[in-house]
């Protein structure tokens, strides 16, 4: 049986109770709680042992532990849930890893990019990769084998989060340029039928701090300027009537619930934001 059946016959063990399995192997169990947010140091604490069904160690070496903080839960990993691990000197690309940081310890994904830069990957945008340098004292303490709340997820998309990272360090040093948003600006012009809609691109280009808070006046002489000859040129005075609720606020908190108009109405502002920022050479945070 390879491990993937296991994990089948383990999901549907999880459904009808632990007791279809016979618990006659004993495992350390770190009562401490594993990092899956910030660092934490686990110490020197000796384990208690907790008697787990042969079947699922596998014959491996291994311990378990708890899961602690929010950054794993993308894959299912979440505060309170025990761990298995396995301890091994043998990691790939993906695995769910226990690793000791200048001796801190935490639950990440491990990840190789296609540069072969190493990376410790949460499952949580609300927590950045860590790239691992050759000035830091890194250990991998242990491999995930189990997740005994529940069946593991996938970790196919590291290099969404690592590629996300990086041009966010990319974007924080780049200042738009008027080619740059002018271009946009001619690239989003066929897409805008009304010229409140302009309203999108404006947002975009004052949460980019291109155009002032407010600068209305400012973003209507650009595009005049730009696109003279456009039959759907914006009005200032229009856009700012229309700048209420979520369209009062940055581009990235609209909502369709939150706006001042809904629906097939709601659409044309948002497509020409969101065109306006595709076209521009920069993520907004």
């Not at 996300?164 to 600006?185: C, F, I, M, P, W």
């Not at 805008?192 to 949460?207: S, Y």
Request: with cysteine.
């Amino acid at each position: 049986m390879n491990l993937k059946e296991l994990r089948t016959l383990f999901s549907d063990m999880q459904k009808n109770g632990m007791t279809a399995m016979l618990c006659d192997t004993a495992v350390p169990f770190y009562d401490v709680g594993v990092s899956c947010g910030r660092p934490n140091d686990v110490g020197d604490i000796p384990p208690e042992m907790m008697m787990m069904p042969g079947m699922l160690t596998m014959g491996l070496v291994v311990f378990m532990t708890r899961a602690r903080g929010d950054s794993m839960e993308g894959v299912g990993i979440h505060s309170g849930d025990l761990l298995m691990l396995e301890n091994t000197q043998h990691y790939r690309s993906h695995d769910i890893v226990l690793a000791s940081i200048d001796g801190e310890e935490m639950l990440k994904s491990y990840y190789i990019d296609e540069e072969g830069r190493h990376w410790l990957v949460a499952s949580n945008d609300n927590y950045e990769p860590l790239q691992l340098t050759e000035e830091m004292n890194v250990k991998f303490c242990g491999r995930l084998v189990w997740h005994l709340a529940q069946p593991r997820e996938t970790t196919r998309n590291l290099h969404k989060a690592v590629t996300r990272y990086l041009s966010k360090q990319t974007d924080a040093t780049h200042t738009l340029t008027y080619d740059e948003v002018t271009g946009a600006l001619r690239k989003v012009g066929p897409q805008v039928t009304a010229g409140r809609h302009w309203l999108g691109p404006c947002r975009v280009l004052m949460d980019c701090e291109y155009v002032p808070k407010d600068g209305y006046e400012s973003f209507c002489e650009l595009v005049h300027k730009t696109l003279p000859s456009h039959p759907h040129l914006p009005s200032a005075k229009e856009l700012q009537r229309m700048a209420v609720m979520c369209f009062s606020k940055p581009f990235l908190k609209w909502t369709d619930r939150d706006a001042p108009v809904h629906g097939r109405y709601y659409k044309p502002y948002y497509h020409a934001g969101a065109a306006m920022l595709d076209s521009l050479p920069i993520t907004l945070l």
